[in-house]
Antibody, heavy 119, light 106 residues
């Protein structure tokens, strides 16, 4: 059974960075594509970008270009998402999700990581 | 960017009745449309992809239809566990989600 387990909640100061991890198990990590989706409190879902671990190639949503870095460590089957220059608008639950072979369709999700940005 | 709009924002339905949710894309996405269910405190759950194909383990009371820019999710015979927020998502050009429809008990 595929599982995605994310790192714990974070509290950050404005202007700082946060790095969230997503450890996968139960499948072949190198064959995955991992996306990151965030959800502000009481709001909808927002796709941030994706990483293809076998290639190490990321694709970012335009909104986050220059501020987000997505990486993957094949040795530990873990994907990472780092977001910099944090503001209060970045307070959200951040999810990692596995894409199916059909494209940006997300069949398995992590449990979510709450990132709170507050002075 | 393709904008995805869902309606209504909230749908009040009695258990056992049918719920019809709508999703519109700002330009054609062919059949590259998925539906997710999200309950409070949980990650979204994939229901439908390819506009009409149920994901593994999804009950037959969930059905999707549409193509191009207009899509519908129908839940027939609503059960207690179906009261939740539903999101549609286009994946024809990267991925954008609608703002969600909350299905609540009438």
């Amino acid at each position: 059974q595929v599982q995605l387990v994310q790192s714990g909640a974070e509290v950050k100061k404005p202007g700082s960075s946060v790095k969230v991890s997503c450890k996968t198990s139960g499948g072949t990590f190198s064959s995955y594509v991992i996306s990151w989706v965030r959800q502000a409190p009481g709001q909808g879902l927002e796709w941030m970008g994706r990483i293809i671990p076998i290639l190490g190639i990321p694709n970012y949503a335009q909104k986050f270009q220059g501020r987000v870095t997505m990486t993957a460590d094949k040795s530990t089957s873990t994907a990472y998402m780092e977001l910099s220059s944090l503001t209060s608008d970045d307070t959200a639950v951040y999810y990692c999700a596995r894409e199916t072979s059909g494209g940006l369709i997300f069949d398995y999700w992590g449990q979510g990581t709450l990132v709170t940005v507050s002075s | 960017e393709i904008v995805v709009t869902q309606s209504p924002a909230t749908l009040s339905v009695s258990p056992g009745e049918r719920a019809t949710l709508s999703c519109r894309a700002s330009q054609s996405v062919s059949s590259d449309l998925a539906w997710y269910q999200q309950k409070p405190g949980q990650a979204p759950r994939l229901l439908i992809y390819g506009a009409s194909t149920r994901a593994t383990g999804i009950p037959a009371r969930f059905s999707g239809s549409g193509s191009g820019t207009e899509f519908t999710l129908t839940i027939s015979g609503l059960q207690s566990e179906d009261f939740a927020v539903y999101y549609c998502q286009q994946y024809n050009h990267w991925g954008t989600f609608g703002q969600g429809t909350k299905v609540e008990v009438k």
